[in-house]
């Protein structure tokens, strides 16, 4: 195959251009080169023919190449012409004759600042929304709640054990041990720093208030949003692009009831559950490190514990655990819903899902903080 | 129409998944410039040929010529030549969710050659343009696009780098019957004007009687037959009768014979 090339014969005032060798995919980026050159070239001459009897091979790219040579010289007001087509080649130079007619539609790109702009006004605006949607599927999940207390047998019994295995049991590991070293983490920081005060004992009354209180509610709340909540996005995501979900609505079938629902219960019952397994793994990691570590009898420990702590204290990280629980699911399926066609967007709402669940989850943290503040507990 | 030379050649093919014999020593080969239809009843393993074919199924046994070379036995850049000659629509389409209309048909341009922008997008629109869309599908996105365009887009994509041969898995499946006609002319033209060789697994027995020089039948594992429609028509094997003569089959009979 010889290298691809226009060989020009002037004529007086007519030029043959002659293309030789294969005008293929292959040599397209330095076919262009060759055209371009010659468009340039011969814009002035009044007559050219464009000859293709020597082509050894022609494909899209080079009957594209030789259309546009032709179509700018025409624009440069030549008279120009292909002639030697053979007939295999013929079907391909129609048909390139006849496309990208219509002027190509140009999209001119809006003004840095006014595009920066409108991307922070659209996401304070998808932000409110966002909250909107959680409230408007809060009601519906109420809806759906008080409809099937009233119709219990509506409740999809396998479908919320099936979840509660899922988010709840399998969960158990990783939750006991991610716990168990934050525990360990939080005496080993304490009896150090308390150590130079002669003040070791406090590192009771330190690690067991702040892991029923907060740290280990929010430490469980984080590995469910991340680990069950964006599951929650995913799925409901990709039914949502399979038109799984319009399939359901057109049987007649509430996906709030049938698809949010025991998803949403799944995950009630199973934090608080997850939050007292997990706050007793971290104190159990911290007597351990008091023990080995700080050189406290675990007898020590334990009567220290009981007066460090009161069943209230106990009682604040489980209160808030059903409605963090509530917050992730109800989060995760307003993002799963908002998924569009695109694999992109159901990344991007995964991410969303994780990402707010976890800051919404801290924000309603720091409410409960207040109201138990206020009623001293 | 077509010459003697092999673009695809298959031999004792075997594919299976754990204990399940797919393809059991199915032999098939795809000339030069023709339109092989490949039918046989569903899950028979039509596609599984398919993607034995471009390399996404492992063989456990057998060889796939394609222009002459075995892609599995390849070293990197055969295979990425043979890559480039060949062209894919999937059944789905299976457009690049992301990537605008005019964005999937560049990607395999973008990728594997080294041209101007202006170019790819001139290419590209002609493309598009030569399944019969027009600029103002270039800016959409797949899931804005009906199930007929997303076909046409996908087929502009397959014919991106021009290739030698397009595989089509079900191109009509999901049309409806007019689309599918539109759809059956249009890979018609399309093979004509650039000269294709194309292997099309489908169930519809109107484009086979439209498009295809041959069909091959795929039954319990093996091609059992290859040939004409007329020959398809005529045979007296039980399965070719009830597929080729059944009460759809007979309607493309009768069209035959007139």
């Keep these: 195959m010889s290298a691809a090339a226009l060989d020009a014969t002037a004529d007086g005032t007519s030029v043959a251009l002659t293309a030789t060798g294969a005008w293929t995919v292959e040599r397209a980026a330095e076919l262009e080169r060759i055209v371009d050159a010659a468009a340039r070239r011969y814009q002035a ?19 594209w190449l030789i259309e546009r040579l032709k179509r700018t010289l025409i624009a440069a007001g030549a008279t120009a012409r292909i002639v030697g087509l053979s007939d295999s080649d013929r079907g391909l130079i129609e048909e390139l004759r006849l496309v990208n007619q219509a002027p190509a539609q140009r999209h001119a790109r809006p003004n840095p600042a006014v595009a920066a702009l409108d991307g922070i006004g659209r996401a304070v605006a998808e932000m409110g929304w966002s909250l909107v949607l959680i409230a408007h599927l809060l009601g519906a999940l109420t809806a759906a709640a008080l409809r099937t207390i009233a119709h219990p047998t509506r409740l999809r019994l396998t479908s919320i054990v099936h979840h509660l295995e899922r988010v709840g049991w399998r969960a158990v590991p990783i939750i006991l041990l991610s716990t168990f070293v934050i525990g360990a983490i939080l005496a080993q920081q304490g009896i150090f720093r308390f150590r130079s005060f002669g003040a070791d004992i406090y590192v009771v009354d330190m690690v067991s208030v702040l892991v029923l209180r907060e740290v280990g509610v929010l430490i469980v ?37 049938v698809l949010v629902l025991p998803r949403v219960i799944a995950l009630v019952i199973a934090v608080p559950l997850l939050t007292f397994l997990g706050s007793m793994a971290a104190l159990y990691g911290a007597g351990l490190v008091c023990w080995l570590y700080g050189g406290m009898a675990p007898e020590i420990f334990l009567e220290r514990l009981r007066e460090a702590i009161w069943l209230p204290t106990f009682e604040v990280g489980m209160i808030k655990a059903p409605f963090m629980a509530l917050t992730i699911g109800l989060v995760a399926c307003v993002e799963g819903f908002e998924v569009d066609g695109s694999a992109a967007s159901l990344g991007q709402r995964t991410t969303a899902s994780v990402v707010k669940s976890i800051f919404l989850v801290i924000a309603l943290d720091g409410l409960f903080a207040m109201f138990f503040a206020g009623i001293g507990m | 129409m077509s010459s003697n030379a092999a673009v695809i050649s298959v031999r004792d093919l075997v594919v299976g998944f754990g204990g399940v014999t797919v393809l059991d020593h199915a032999s098939l080969d795809v000339f030069d410039g023709e339109v092989l239809g490949f039918v046989g009843g569903s899950g028979a393993g ?31 850049d055969q295979r990425r030549s043979i890559e480039q000659r060949w062209g894919v629509l999937f059944q789905q389409g299976a457009l690049f969710s992301s990537l605008t209309a005019l964005q999937n048909v560049q990607f395999p341009m973008r990728e594997y050659l080294k041209l101007s922008p202006r170019l790819m997008e001139e290419i590209a629109a002609a493309k598009l343009e030569m399944v019969g869309l027009g600029p103002d599908v270039h800016e ?29 898995d079900e191109p009509t499946s999901g049309l409806d019957p007019i689309g599918a006609a539109e759809f059956d002319q249009l890979i018609r033209t399309l093979q004509r004007t650039l000269g294709l060789s194309v292997f099309m697994v489908t169930h519809d027995l109107d484009s086979l009687h439209a498009v295809c020089d041959r069909i091959a039948v795929l039954s319990e594992g093996k091609v059992i037959a290859t040939g004409s429609i007329e020959t398809m028509l005529a045979s007296e094997h039980p399965w070719l009768k009830s597929y080729f003569q059944g009460n759809r089959g007979r309607q493309i009979a009768h069209r035959v014979q007139h």
């Design chain 2, 140 to 168: 959409k996105f797949p899931a804005e696009l009906s199930g007929g365009m997303v076909k046409r887009v996908a087929l502009a994509r397959a014919l991106a780098l021009d290739p030698d041969i397009v595989f089509l």
């Design chain 1, 221 to 257: 709340c984080v590995m469910v949003a991340g680990r069950s909540g964006s599951a929650y996005t995913a799925e409901l995501g990709a039914m949502k692009m399979r038109e799984e979900i319009d399939a359901l609505r057109t049987m007649g079938l509430d996906p709030i009831e």
């Design chain 1, 45 to 63: 001459t009044p007559s050219i023919d464009i000859d293709l009897a020597k082509l050894e091979r022609l494909d899209t790219f080079g009957a």
């Design chain 2, 46 to 76: 039509k596609s599984v040929l398919m993607r034995a074919i471009i390399g996404l199924l492992p063989r456990r046994h057998g060889t796939i010529e394609v222009f002459g070379t075995d892609p599995a036995l390849a070293d990197e």
